[in-house]
């Protein structure tokens, strides 16, 4: 798999004009490497589990099999004790993936892989490197006083749209790892954060058609809920589950996972 398959268009554009900023990566890598990767991998060996074919056997073996089909080297896997289902993914050079103990105990294994492949869809596009200088602008604005929330105002928007956007790209790589239904039921679990979801899979799916459907019946109705996520570093979940569903119509989706059926068949 290819970053360029599963981007998002407004990622892809983004991530185009990052890199034609000069030293933009230069300053990206450097923060990262001296700052906030080394000081994530101490916290994480510090205060998280990490999972090893010894202690979390089958957790392992799924990010293996899910790395297998991204095509990239097996980063390193923590469990992180919360009641709240979530997870991250950090790091350029030596990327790590953080999953909570709540998304471990209420995932199946096939759900479990969706929400690894999600994270291995950020490492594959290299978003945490470009998330570095978001990062960098909140953190030094909040700690230090030097940055303008006026100045910066329309970059940290930017950014943030930027970073929605990301989070597409990345449910992409999930569907194309596990298929859509259990993306779906994924999502479900995660908008819920229940253990066990019933019904109808594509329940958001249909809740996000009827959410276009109000959020589009007035300008008002549309700069309300505009402004409502312009700060939002997530999409809302019932956006992420029909832009999935839509993507997964195309033929892009369908010949990636022609291929993925091929290799594991191999």
């Given at each position: 798999?290819e970053a360029r398959?599963?981007?998002?268009?407004?990622d892809a554009k983004?991530?185009?004009v990052?890199?034609?900023l000069k030293g933009?990566?230069?300053i990206?890598s450097?923060?990262?490497r001296?700052g906030?990767?080394?000081?994530?991998?101490g916290?994480n060996l510090g205060?998280?589990i990490?999972?090893?074919d010894?202690n979390?056997?089958?957790?392992?073996?799924a990010?293996?099999?899910?790395?297998?089909?991204v095509?990239i080297?097996t980063?390193?896997?923590?469990?992180?004790n919360?009641?709240?289902m979530?997870?991250?993914?950090?790091g350029n050079?030596s990327?790590?993936i953080?999953v909570s103990s709540?998304?471990?105990e209420?995932?199946?294994?096939?759900?479990?892989?969706?929400?690894?492949?999600?994270?291995?869809?950020?490492?594959?596009c290299q978003h945490s490197l470009?998330?570095t200088?978001?990062?960098?602008?909140?953190?030094?604005?909040d700690?230090?006083?030097?940055?303008?929330?006026?100045?910066?105002l329309?970059c940290?928007?930017a950014?943030?749209y930027?970073s929605?956007s990301?989070e597409?790209?990345a449910d992409?790589?999930a569907?194309?790892?596990v298929g859509e239904?259990t993306?779906?039921?994924?999502?479900?679990k995660l908008?819920?954060?229940?253990?066990?979801?019933?019904?109808d899979?594509y329940?958001?799916?249909?809740?996000?058609?009827e959410?276009e459907k109000?959020?589009?019946?007035s300008?008002w109705?549309?700069?309300q809920?505009a402004?409502r996520i312009?700060?939002n570093?997530?999409p809302q979940?019932?956006?992420?589950?029909?832009e999935?569903?839509?993507?997964?119509?195309?033929?892009q989706?369908?010949q990636?996972?022609?291929?993925r059926?091929k290799?594991v068949?191999?």
């Amino acid at each position: 798999m290819e970053a360029r398959q599963i981007m998002h268009p407004s990622d892809a554009k983004t991530i185009q004009v990052f890199r034609s900023l000069k030293g933009f990566d230069l300053i990206a890598s450097i923060a990262m490497r001296y700052g906030y990767e080394r000081l994530y991998r101490g916290e994480n060996l510090g205060e998280l589990i990490k999972v090893t074919d010894e202690n979390f056997p089958e957790v392992a073996k799924a990010l293996h099999d899910v790395v297998t089909l991204v095509g990239i080297e097996t980063p390193l896997l923590f469990i992180y004790n919360s009641p709240q289902m979530n997870a991250y993914t950090f790091g350029n050079e030596s990327p790590f993936i953080a999953v909570s103990s709540s998304m471990v105990e209420k995932m199946d294994l096939q759900e479990l892989r969706c929400i690894l492949a999600h994270e291995c869809g950020h490492i594959l596009c290299q978003h945490s490197l470009y998330l570095t200088i978001l990062h960098i602008m909140e953190e030094a604005g909040d700690l230090f006083g030097l940055l303008s929330d006026t100045v910066f105002l329309p970059c940290l928007i930017a950014l943030r749209y930027w970073s929605r956007s990301s989070e597409l790209s990345a449910d992409r790589c999930a569907a194309v790892v596990v298929g859509e239904e259990t993306f779906q039921r994924a999502m479900l679990k995660l908008t819920s954060g229940l253990s066990e979801v019933q019904g109808d899979p594509y329940q958001l799916v249909r809740q996000a058609v009827e959410y276009e459907k109000f959020r589009d019946e007035s300008l008002w109705d549309r700069l309300q809920q505009a402004g409502r996520i312009a700060f939002n570093t997530h999409p809302q979940m019932c956006e992420r589950a029909l832009e999935a569903h839509r993507w997964c119509k195309s033929w892009q989706y369908r010949q990636l996972t022609a291929n993925r059926q091929k290799e594991v068949v191999l």
